[in-house]
């Protein structure tokens, strides 16, 4: 009986994301919403729901290891979280009173999430040259009240939790290049995990969200974590031996791609 609800391509393709995930620490959501969308024809919703928990019980081992090392900090975590929580919320709220197979909200939702990709990939490519501008942007001036960094932090956690809810995409590489121009004197390590220990919390509420407006596909998402966990292991064994600059390129030119054929489809 199970068979017949467990598809094993979902698993194969959750092994390739997940090692992609793995080697490049980009969030799972930037890769797999598109793919379910495109390669399996999965309903937007579905696939942004299903994928929305899928990161929730990924990105919680991240946290495990990241706390074990110390790598948090939690009033970033607390005031991400307290705009982003909220906005989830409000959100799905907002989307449980529309009806979301119609073409007006899956145009929305695709469109959307392609942007996010294209956003995702100039992140990845332009990272460096986007913070070095804001510091010379910022030489000579006083440097931000910690009260005028916290309302930001809260800013970005409102924007994270609106975007994160519409398409899965935008925690991580969104996310983390805002935080590292807010807070420069953060060990990037510290940063990077305080990200994903906010995404937990942030993936939970909408992942579980999408479940109460009856949006998730659990046999999907099963195999999906069959698939990805050991692809993550696998990725994370093969990051130290593979050029990151290589990955990432590559990574980011797929990402433009599937980003162009969601924004025009």
């Not at 598109?34 to 729901?49: D, I, R, S, Y």
């Not at 440097?143 to 005028?148: G, I, T, V, Y």
């Amino acid at each position: 009986m199970f068979a017949e609800y467990f598809n094993p391509l979902y698993s194969l393709s959750g092994f390739g994301v997940g090692m992609l995930v793995g080697i490049t620490g980009v969030g799972g959501g930037s890769l797999m919403t598109p793919l379910l969308m495109l390669l399996f024809g999965v309903h937007p919703t579905t696939a942004v729901g299903t994928d929305l928990l899928y990161a929730a019980i990924t990105k919680s081992a991240g946290t495990a290891v990241h706390r074990k090392y110390g790598n948090i900090n939690w009033k970033i975590v607390g005031t991400l979280a307290a705009g982003s929580v909220p906005a989830a919320l409000i959100t799905l709220w907002l989307m449980s009173g529309v009806d979301r197979h119609s073409l007006t909200v899956v145009s929305n939702i695709t469109t959307a999430l392609g942007w996010m990709l294209l956003l995702t990939a100039i992140l990845l490519l332009l990272r460096k040259q986007i913070l070095q501008f804001a510091v010379v942007q910022m030489k000579g001036r006083r440097p931000p009240s910690p009260a005028l960094v916290t309302a930001l932090t809260w800013v970005l956690g409102l924007v994270l939790g609106v975007l994160v809810t519409l398409t899965s995409v935008g925690a991580g590489a969104l996310g983390v290049t805002i935080l590292i121009a807010l807070y420069p004197r953060l060990d990037i390590r510290e940063i990077v995990g305080s990200d994903i220990v906010h995404a937990v919390p942030l993936t939970l509420v909408a992942g579980m969200g999408y479940w109460v407006i009856g949006e998730i596909d659990w046999g999907m998402l099963f195999a999906l974590l069959v698939g990805s966990i050991p692809g993550i292991m696998v990725g994370s064994h093969l990051a130290p031996r593979l050029h990151e600059t290589f990955v990432r390129t590559l990574l980011a030119a797929t990402l433009v791609l599937v980003g162009i054929k969601l924004i025009a489809s």
